[in-house]
């Protein structure tokens, strides 16, 4: 089976998740969860994305049993809810900066060193009764750049809302030397994983 012959639900607001799932043949319904990132205890970077992609994928399930949503209800062909949460790694973790002096200190912190790249993912294959929740992890190898290119790079804005403050599809890709792993994993959704599974 293909993830085109699911009705796919898809527990984010991201271009780039959404983008993805539409080119591996799936047209996803989508509901961004409504619930707060944060978790209130020490975890290491996999626990935390797998705890969020949980977190995530209950929100909409929660939303869709108050609504008796029809996809609930319906046996018509299968249906698969996929939640997903990603962090970049380096010394210590990384989402999304708050601002530009934040961007500026993630990308400063990253130049000329290795990270690591962790995405959970929540799976809920509805009326089947299985849910798998897993990470993925790829390294990446980041070049050295001035302060002058890097403040170059954040007035583009596309820092702002990529997890450690750049796109691997973006600009910020002719920074990084190489990769070790899933390079869709660094983009925000480790779709060969998902595919497999």
């Given at each position: 089976?293909?993830?085109?012959?699911?009705?796919?639900?898809?527990?984010?607001?991201?271009?780039?998740?959404?983008?993805?799932?539409?080119?591996?043949?799936?047209?996803?319904?989508?509901?961004?969860?409504?619930?707060?990132?944060?978790?209130?205890?020490?975890?290491?970077?996999?626990?935390?994305?797998?705890?969020?992609?949980?977190?995530?994928?209950?929100?909409?399930?929660?939303?869709?049993?108050?609504?008796?949503?029809?996809?609930?209800?319906?046996?018509?062909?299968?249906?698969?809810?996929?939640?997903?949460?990603?962090?970049?790694?380096?010394?210590?973790?990384?989402?999304?900066?708050?601002?530009?002096?934040?961007?500026?200190?993630?990308?400063?912190?990253?130049?000329?060193?290795?990270?690591?790249?962790?995405?959970?993912?929540?799976?809920?294959?509805?009326?089947?009764?299985?849910?798998?929740?897993?990470?993925?992890?790829?390294?990446?190898?980041?070049?050295?750049?001035?302060?002058?290119?890097?403040?170059?790079?954040?007035?583009?804005?596309?820092?702002?809302?990529?997890?450690?403050?750049?796109?691997?599809?973006?600009?910020?890709?002719s920074m990084i030397d190489h990769f070790e792993g899933d390079y869709d994993?660094?983009?925000?959704?480790?779709?060969?994983?998902?595919?497999?599974?």
């Amino acid at each position: 089976m293909n993830l085109k012959d699911y009705r796919v639900i898809l527990a984010s607001g991201s271009p780039r998740r959404i983008q993805m799932l539409q080119e591996a043949g799936a047209e996803p319904r989508i509901i961004k969860p409504q619930c707060e990132e944060l978790l209130h205890m020490p975890l290491e970077p996999q626990q935390i994305v797998m705890s969020l992609a949980l977190k995530k994928g209950q929100w909409v399930e929660n939303k869709l049993a108050e609504e008796n949503d029809p996809v609930l209800l319906s046996q018509n062909g299968p249906a698969l809810l996929i939640a997903s949460d990603t962090i970049v790694y380096c010394d210590r973790v990384m989402g999304k900066p708050e601002d530009q002096e934040d961007a500026f200190k993630m990308l400063s912190e990253l130049k000329n060193r290795t990270h690591s790249v962790f995405s959970g993912v929540y799976l809920n294959f509805i009326h089947s009764g299985k849910k798998i929740v897993f990470f993925d992890e790829t390294k990446v190898f980041v070049n050295d750049y001035t302060d002058d290119w890097l403040r170059s790079y954040i007035a583009t804005g596309e820092p702002m809302d990529k997890a450690g403050g750049y796109a691997i599809q973006g600009i910020f890709g002719s920074m990084i030397d190489h990769f070790e792993g899933d390079y869709d994993n660094v983009v925000g959704l480790p779709l060969e994983k998902i595919l497999q599974l």
